[in-house]
């Protein structure tokens, strides 16, 4: 089930853009590109997700942006019955994906119904243009 979304109503964006240790600002430059980019560190390899200054692992503060695959599997998900925003239609998913590379992220899907939701589907990232200058990462079944 895909989010809906009410016309008259301005969508929220996400965080302002690099405000904690600049950190979201690859990520969102990567969606507008449609590329799901993911940050991780050099010393060690561990990703860094959400990204932060310095690896939790091993301590180093050199790090790097990498384009992930954009496939997963579904690891967790809620469905909303009230929105937390009145730009949103309810009901719709929020779904837990853990991403091939490792890291989790929080989306939407599209094209699944709610009842054909099950933990473990494999799933692929699609970008959605939701308003003229903000696209979203969301998933798909694989398949």
């Known amino acids: 089930m895909s989010v809906e ?4 109503q301005k969508i929220p964006h996400p965080a302002m853009w ?20 993911l940050q991780r560190c050099k010393s060690c390899g561990y990703w860094l997700n959400p990204p932060r200054p310095m690896c939790p692992k ?3 503060q050199e790090s790097e942006w990498v384009a992930a695959k954009g ?3 579904i690891y967790s998900w809620v469905t909303f ?10 009901p719709y998913e929020a779904v837990l994906v853990e991403l091939d590379e490792g890291p ?16 473990g589907m494999p799933v692929e990232v699609t970008f959605e243009d939701v308003a003229e200058d903000l696209t ?3 998933f798909k079944k694989v398949g």
């Open 104 to 119: 989790r992220i929080v989306s939407n899907v599209v094209g699944i119904n709610s009842d054909e939701l099950e933990i």
């Open 136 to 138: 979203l990462p969301k």
């Open 5 to 8: 979304y009410n016309a008259d």
């Open 71 to 73: 496939t997963g599997k």
């Open 81 to 90: 019955n009230e929105s937390p925003h009145s730009a949103f239609k309810t």
């Open 18 to 37: 690099g405000v904690l240790y600049k950190s979201s600002t690859p990520f969102w430059d990567g969606v507008k590109e449609k590329r799901v980019m």
């Open 58 to 60: 091993c301590r180093s």
